[in-house]
């Protein structure tokens, strides 16, 4: 509530009492979205520090400033020598305005996402502007009247923090006269605070004019400026902490969410496997009864053996039965291969999950995660460090760059770019992956040493491999997985064209796994 307006009320009587009479000696910025005005009286001085960043807009006011030799740069050279007449809140809004004997006055804007300063030399001046994208805040002028609250309801400039204080207090469920009651308590609390609280609530360092999550520290009602000067600078050395925290959070939260919803799926799918008749089943129907089947049938209807019921096969008209049973044959070897690598998929996603959701607990339990270099080392230690972005990487390199898990997928993009892939950038530990059997892009994972290729990172790229072959479109792919080393290129041989001396295949569904995510 640093930026609210009943912290802003506050600060702006005090703000008075303090400048009236005092001289703008300098203004300047050195550093981006900063805006540092020093006054004086002609021997004290009083520092007022505009951060104008969209990210944590606040007035700090340091007890002494020094100015950098290099990299600094004059503001608003009419505001030099302006004598501070009074400082003033906007009615229900996050703005504070200086106002000069002269009658220039310099506003800050505080809006979270779009803070600015603004100076008028004279009422009827043109406004300069410190962001001066922000072309609108030429016009900006206060509100010609307050907005008055209403009965048992919170008016619009309370923001979030007080919302929350009367939900805990036992807002939403009481009858509307004990609204009224509660929400006239909080205004009161607000006008005139016992108290400012620098307290910790959802991750993030705030004051509050209200005791609401964890308090850090208690600071007398009466020093709104002294407030400021212990919240200013503590917020900003706990904001990177808090800022990695929860990108941790969230990405242990996306990677228990997305490993149960994939291990969900494959169990559905196993499930249906399970619970169908089999290619092989169907097969053996087939040659069971090929006597029965005439030349040319388009269906047969024959005793289920198994069942012991009648059962409607389709065929192929211009395929011999045998023929049909040698293909549905093939189809239950690789369903038998799906099945087991269903199993295996189901087994290591949950696996993944529980891990996250470990990784998730320690953040809560362990007190070294507390200090930005103790959850650093954390983070390393259980291989969770930001990677660069594939768009970074897309720059660099003549393919399509994806990372997963910290390791590189490249993946070709047409016959002769896959021979550069191949024959010029992997390196013989890489893994190399191919739709089997049809033309597509070849798809490398880059090794990392003494590292071995995840299993989800294998399955994303031949997922890949699938996606960029002519397999797009099937149910199922067969992809070859190989070391690098087993791959060349006979002499003679056509842009694209390698044989594979030794492989695995994996059965996957083509996609682009990181659009999906």
């Known amino acids: ?81 302006k004598q501070v007449e009074s400082v003033a809140a906007w009615p229900q809004d996050r703005v504070l305005q200086i106002n000069f004997r002269s009658g220039a006055r310099l506003v800050f804007k505080l809006y979270g996402p779009r803070p600015n300063a603004i100076f008028r030399p004279a009422p009827d001046a043109l406004a300069q502007l410190f962001q001066q994208k922000l072309l609108a805040d030429a016009d900006l002028e206060p509100q010609t009247a307050a907005a008055q609250p209403i009965a048992g309801k919170l008016p619009p400039p309370l923001a979030d923090l007080p919302l929350r204080y009367l939900r805990e207090h036992g807002y939403d469920p009481a009858p509307p006269e004990t609204k009224t009651r509660l929400v006239n308590q909080v205004l009161a609390q607000l006008e005139k605070p016992a108290n400012y609280y620098i307290i910790q609530f959802e991750g993030r360092t705030r004051l509050s004019l209200l005791p609401l999550g964890e308090v850090l520290e208690t600071l007398p009602g009466d020093d709104p400026i002294g407030a400021l000067r212990r919240f200013v600078p503590m917020a900003l050395g706990r904001r990177a902490l808090e800022m990695e925290t929860r990108q941790l959070r969230q990405l242990l939260e996306r990677r228990a969410d997305e490993a149960s919803t994939a291990a969900a799926h494959a169990r559905q799918r196993l499930h249906a496997l399970a619970h169908e008749a089999g290619y092989r089943h169907t097969a053996d129907l087939i040659m069971a009864h090929l006597h029965n089947i005439p030349a040319g049938a388009a269906q047969v209807e024959v005793l289920d053996f198994y069942t012991n019921e009648p059962r409607l096969i389709k065929l192929k008209p211009t395929e011999k039965p045998q023929r049909t049973a040698e293909n549905l044959y093939r189809k239950g070897k690789n369903q038998q291969i799906e099945e087991r690598q269903l199993s295996e998929r189901i087994a290591r996603r949950e696996t993944e999950a529980l891990t996250a959701l470990e990784r998730l607990e320690e953040m809560d339990t362990l007190p070294a995660l507390a200090e930005l270099r103790g959850l650093r080392n954390w983070r390393k230690q259980h291989g969770l460090d930001p ?82 072959s002519r397999r797009q479109h099937d149910s199922l792919c067969p992809v070859t997985v190989t070391p690098k080393k087993f791959v060349r290129k006979p002499k003679g041989a056509l842009p694209g064209q390698v044989v594979v001396e030794r492989e695995r295949v994996v059965l996957v569904k083509p996609g682009n796994p990181f659009e999906r995510e």
């Open 387 to 468: 990677t660069p972005t594939a768009s970074k990487a897309a720059t660099e390199l003549p393919f399509k760059v994806f990372e997963d898990r910290g390791f590189t997928i490249l993946v070709g993009r047409n016959a002769v770019n896959n021979d550069l892939l191949t024959q010029k950038y992997a390196h013989k530990d890489d893994l190399w992956l191919h739709a089997k059997d049809v033309t597509g892009s070849h798809v490398v994972i880059r090794h990392k040493a003494g590292q071995p290729v995840p299993e989800p990172v294998v399955e994303h790229a031949a997922m890949l491999a699938g996606w960029y």
């Open 1 to 81: 509530m640093h930026t609210n307006y009943y912290f802003l009320r506050q600060l702006a009587p005090a703000l008075t009492e303090r400048l009236r009479g005092y001289r703008v000696a300098v203004c300047f910025s050195q550093e981006k979205d900063e805006l540092v005005v020093g006054l004086t009286d002609g021997t004290k001085e009083f520092w007022l520090k505009a951060q104008l960043g969209a990210t944590f807009p606040a007035l700090a006011l340091p007890e002494t400033f020094q100015r950098a030799r290099a990299n600094s740069v004059d503001l608003f050279p009419d505001m030099l020598g």
